[in-house]
Each structure stands twice: as structure tokens, then as C-alpha cells.
């Protein structure tokens, strides 16, 4: 195993740059998310780690050793794709082993790696089989096999689950977080979902238009984000987000809704800002500000509102279930110590 150092990375296709001098520090053994919106450049940034594209400046190091020119095959990696890249004449064994194949790896040993790879995977019953007569979970975890019969010093996953239905990526989500907990490899997985993030990473980066927002373990990011891009990005539903100004005793809107801060940040007060609180941090509270419902969405474990707070829209997220339909008027009081204050100008948090 080994960890990988990128250093100032940039990429530029001729004039078009879409990494601008990214620098990450993936620890041995650490499991990093990479995260952000399509086109942000994660994609691109994991193709250079895998050496299947050029870098335009910087170094990256898997180890103690820059890989800048180093070939794919010499970086000792293996990577995981999101539409499994399987062999359609070989059965499940055959492609596990294809790469030790191509190695002149001897077929015992092959078979002792497959074996175990299989096992670890609950592939066993599915050696004999052709990917045509497997399920879309199963082909992803013969692809998982198929890098693990490597024993490279990372694991490198592109969007692996982008192909799978709701419940199966669940699923799978957990299977890939078991298997780097029992394997201990190096991984760096991109997405660009944000559950998948949370759920799965040790440390978290936030990418943006080429450009690293955040790093962070998955708490870090949800509680302290950096700017409002980030607030935004993680968590589902999204942070609210609230126009007005900061005052000595709370934030107000321009409808004159006065909103509770636990302290305002003295060189904002008198200053426009952007308040923000996430939908799960509302309490009911006849002291709090009014809502109009405008749409009730229960889930059976929690009620979800979508409302309007003067001309703003919000979403308050209840665990009890509350008796209300559109139209209504529910008050709500956002918890003071769980909200942020977010520069109007710059989106960078205060």
C-alpha cells in the first residue's frame, strides 16, 4: 500500500484549463472521496492519478515515487469503472485473472488469488458464469474482484455505482466500505453524489470548477463548511439559504423577519449576508417565524415542508408528524448554534 501525494496538479486542454493547481494529500490506507457537480474536473483529476491522461504541470506521487511519466501499468493501481469493462466471452473467473494472465502470472497462483477474491466478494457460485448471465451488482463486484486479484497499492473508482438502481447502490455503497475496511488499500472514489460521500469517505474534497472548495472528514464539511458552494453541495435536501443583514441581536430578512444568531460576527453587523441553515435544524415554536406551507411531503420516518418565510422559500425537515396542509401557517425557530453566516459578495463563511 501506499499513499499519493498530488502536488499543484494542473490540466489544460490548449487553451482550456480545468485544473488549476490542485493540491491533495491522500494518506496510506485512507479512503478519499473525491465530489463535486459534472464537469468539475474529479474525472480528470483520477485519470491523471491512473495515468490515463496527461498532467500540464505539477507532480503526483503514489509512494515515494512521482508518476508523472510513468505508464499506467507501471503505477501499480488498479481502477474501477462505471460500466464494468468486462469481457463478454470470458466467464467470472476468467476476467478476475485476466490481467495476472497477462503477467505470466502461474495459473495456480491465479487461482489461489481468484479464489480468495471471490470469497471476499461472495462471487464463489458465480465462477463458471458469463457477465450476460449476471445481475448489474454482480458485474460491479467482478469488477471489484478483478482489482483486487491485483493487489495494487490503490484502488482508483470512477463513478462506480452511477449504472445501479436506488436500493442496489445502497447496497453496494456498504459492500466497497466493507471491503476497504478488511483490505486497508489506499482508494480514492469519485462521485458526484453527496450521499455516497458522506457515507463512505474518511476525508471528503469538494471539487468546483476545477478548483478544491474543501477537505475534510464527511462531519467536518456538514457542520463547519468553508463557503456557501460547499453548505450547498452537502446535504440533501440542500442548506437554506436566507437574504438580509447581520444586526447586533440576530439576522433580519428584508421582510423584517428577525431570525436568531448565536453570536454575530462583529465586523458583519450592518452588513448584507447570506444566513444559512440547514432544513433538520427548525424546531416548532409559536416564538419562531411564520411559514406558509406550500408543499407537505412525509416519508413515514420524517415530514419534509416546503414553505415560503416572507418572499424566500424554505425547507424545514420535521421527525414528528405534523398536522398541516398548503396554504397553512406553522412558525418555526431555527437553532441559533447551528446556523452560519455566509459573506453576500464571496459566499466564504464568517
Keep these: 500500500m501506499a499513499g499519493v501525494d498530488i502536488r499543484n496538479v494542473q490540466k489544460a486542454y490548449g487553451a482550456l484549463r480545468v485544473i488549476h493547481g490542485v493540491d491533495i494529500q491522500v494518506n496510506d490506507g ?26 500540464t ?29 468486462l469481457y463478454p466471452h470470458m466467464t467470472v473467473a476468467d476476467n478476475m485473472g485476466f490481467s495476472l494472465k497477462l503477467k505470466r502470472v502461474p495459473k495456480s497462483e491465479i487461482n489461489q488469488k481468484v479464489e480468495r477474491a471471490a470469497g471476499i466478494l461472495d462471487l464463489t457460485k458465480l465462477l463458471d458464469r458469463y457477465p450476460r448471465q449476471l445481475s448489474g451488482g454482480q458485474r ?18 470512477d463513478e462506480p455505482l452511477s449504472n445501479l438502481d ?22 480514492v472514489y469519485v462521485t458526484h453524489d ?18 478544491v472548495e474543501q477537505i475534510g472528514t464527511p462531519l467536518d464539511l456538514y457542520d463547519r463548511p468553508a463557503n456557501q458552494f460547499v453548505a450547498g453541495f452537502i446535504g440533501s435536501p440542500s442548506m437554506n439559504f436566507l437574504k438580509g443583514k447581520v444586526e447586533a441581536n440576530g439576522f433580519r430578512t ?22 444559512g441553515i440547514r432544513p433538520e435544524h427548525f424546531i416548532l415554536s409559536e416564538q419562531g417565524a411564520p411559514i406558509t406551507v406550500q408543499v407537505v411531503e412525509p416519508t413515514g420516518s420524517e415530514m419534509q415542508i416546503v414553505g415560503q418565510l416572507g418572499s424566500q422559500k424554505v425547507i424545514c425537515i420535521f421527525r414528528e408528524r405534523i398536522r398541516t396542509n398548503p396554504g397553512d401557517t406553522i412558525h ?16 466564504n463563511r464568517l
Design 30 to 55: 485512507e479512503f478519499v472521496v473525491l465530489v463535486g457537480p459534472s464537469g468539475c474536473g474529479k474525472s480528470t483529476l483520477l485519470r491523471m492519478i491512473a495515468g490515463l491522461e496527461n498532467i
Design 140 to 157: 460491479q463486484r467482478v469488477a471489484m474482484g478483478r482489482a483486487i486479484v491485483r493487489d495494487p497499492q490503490v484502488f482508483l473508482f
Design 254 to 275: 428584508p421582510d423584517g423577519v428577525l431570525l436568531p444568531l448565536q453570536s454575530a460576527p462583529p465586523a458583519a453587523v450592518g452588513q448584507s449576508a447570506i444566513y
Design 332 to 347: 418555526v425557530m431555527p437553532d441559533a448554534a447551528l446556523a452560519h453566516i455566509f459573506e453576500e459578495q464571496t459566499g
Design 57 to 85: 504541470d505539477g507532480e503526483i506521487s503514489i509512494g515515494s515515487r512521482v508518476v508523472n511519466n510513468a505508464p499506467p501499468k507501471e503505477r501499480d493501481i488498479a481502477m474501477v469503472f462505471q460500466n464494468y469493462a
Design 166 to 187: 436506488a436500493k442496489l447502490r445502497v447496497s453496494m455503497r456498504g459492500e466497497i466500505k466493507a471491503l476497504h475496511q478488511r483490505l486497508k488499500t489506499t482508494t
Design 194 to 211: 453527496q450521499i455516497e460521500a458522506m457515507t463512505m469517505a474518511d476525508k471528503i474534497v469538494v471539487m468546483h470548477d476545477g478548483i
